[in-house]
């Protein structure tokens, strides 16, 4: 189709109007069938810049370093494996060794081995349950513990610590015995004294 230029004569806008009107393209369609032309041209340019592929038979490990060949680069999304969401908010996820010492250990404390309808709905988890039912990512397995028995426990060790701490700026007090217990012999330096 001929472009309109302001310089066209009148027999040329005739001849365009002539070739719309036998295209089946009346005034009111005539915008939608603009922007279907121009969206097509703009997809056949986008497709035309579009790098293509190499041959992979034929491309070397050498021809891979070339920057003149391309190669699409993949990113991958690694999930993190170990997080968790679960259906009820009282509890929360703990990753425990499978060793049959440690998993005892916190079975008696409270902690349950998660399981499937413990998980939220909404959650994909990333990895495939075991065959007994627990979610497992390389030697730990995945339990919850209910809030009260988990915080409770990192309070404590939180006030040990801090009660740990308290005393670093202090002097211990049995370091060093006070001057009136010093007992000096009669010949002996001061530093040769004896408690």
């Known amino acids: 189709m001929p472009e309109i230029n302001h310089k066209e004569t009148n027999d040329t806008v005739s001849k365009i109007a002539q070739t719309v009107a036998a295209?089946?393209?009346?005034?009111?369609?005539?915008?939608?069938?603009?922007?279907?032309?121009?969206?097509?041209?703009?997809?056949?340019?986008?497709?035309?810049?579009?790098?293509?592929?190499?041959?992979?038979?034929?491309?070397?490990?050498?021809?891979?370093?070339?920057?003149?060949?391309?190669?699409?680069?993949?990113?991958?999304d690694i999930p993190d494996y170990m997080n968790m969401k679960l259906k009820d908010q009282e509890y929360v996820c703990v990753w425990a060794n499978k060793d049959q010492r440690r998993l005892g250990a916190l079975l008696a404390e409270g902690y349950e081995i998660l399981k499937k309808e413990h998980v939220h709905p909404d959650f994909q988890v990333p990895l495939i349950w075991s065959s007994e039912g627990t979610y497992e990512y390389a030697d730990t397995v995945c339990m919850r513990v209910h809030k009260r028995i988990i915080l409770s426990k990192r309070r404590k060790?939180?006030?040990?610590?801090?009660?740990?701490?308290?005393?670093?700026?202090?002097?211990?007090?049995?370091?060093?015995?006070?001057?009136?217990?010093?007992?000096?012999?009669?010949?002996?330096?001061?530093?040769?004294?004896?408690?």
């Open 23 to 76: 295209a089946g393209v009346k005034p009111d369609n005539l915008e939608a069938k603009i922007m279907e032309v121009l969206q097509k041209r703009q997809a056949e340019r986008t497709e035309a810049v579009k790098p293509k592929e190499p041959d992979w038979s034929k491309l070397t490990e050498a021809d891979a370093y070339k920057s003149d060949v391309y190669i699409p680069v993949i990113d991958h």
């Open 157 to 195: 060790a939180f006030e040990i610590s801090m009660k740990q701490l308290s005393t670093v700026s202090k002097p211990p007090r049995s370091r060093f015995t006070p001057d009136d217990e010093i007992q000096l012999d009669p010949g002996m330096g001061f530093y040769e004294a004896q408690v």
